[in-house]
């Protein structure tokens, strides 16, 4: 009997480092062209969202189809937002008009779209507690 409980809890840890962390897949749908690049920003601090630079995470990807599938691997248990941009010219930049509003597609996760400013962690986050797999439709 004790070397049953003796093994049983030498498991225990093993079980809190597999929950510890996650994969987050993201699917990019609405692809438009396959020029350039799709910047995916992953924020975890509502301070830092959706500051360039200022990601938890963040990956360019080249664009093939009008879809492109992401996983971010082994993240900590928490809540995530994302803030996706296609960098059409790969200029390194989101290139806006005038008014500040982008010129090149975008999206934020919870399928977000916002009006007159950039929108809140708040809108855009979710939970990740467990592998978790999302898609997200740019805007042109």
Do not use: W
């Not at 301070?47 to 082994?74: A, H, Q």
């Not at 390194?92 to 975008?106: L, R, S, V």
């Not at 809108?123 to 467990?130: E, I, Q």
């Amino acid at each position: 009997m004790k070397g049953l409980v003796f093994f049983l809890a030498s498991l225990l840890p093993l079980l809190y480092v597999a929950q510890s962390s996650a994969d987050l897949t993201v699917q990019i749908s609405n692809i438009e062209h396959n020029s350039g690049l799709v910047q995916l920003g992953l924020y975890n601090d509502a301070s830092m969202f959706p500051e360039v630079g200022k990601t938890y995470r963040m990956v360019r990807v080249k664009t093939s189809g009008n879809k492109k599938l992401y996983t971010f691997k082994n993240l900590p248990i928490g809540r995530y937002a994302l803030a996706i941009y296609h960098d059409e010219n790969a200029n390194n930049k989101c290139d806006t008009n005038f008014f500040g509003i982008p010129k090149e597609a975008y999206a934020f996760s919870n399928g977000i779209r916002p009006r007159f400013s950039a929108p809140s962690f708040k809108s855009c986050s979710f939970m990740l507690n467990a592998d978790k797999a999302i898609t997200i439709k740019l805007v042109y």
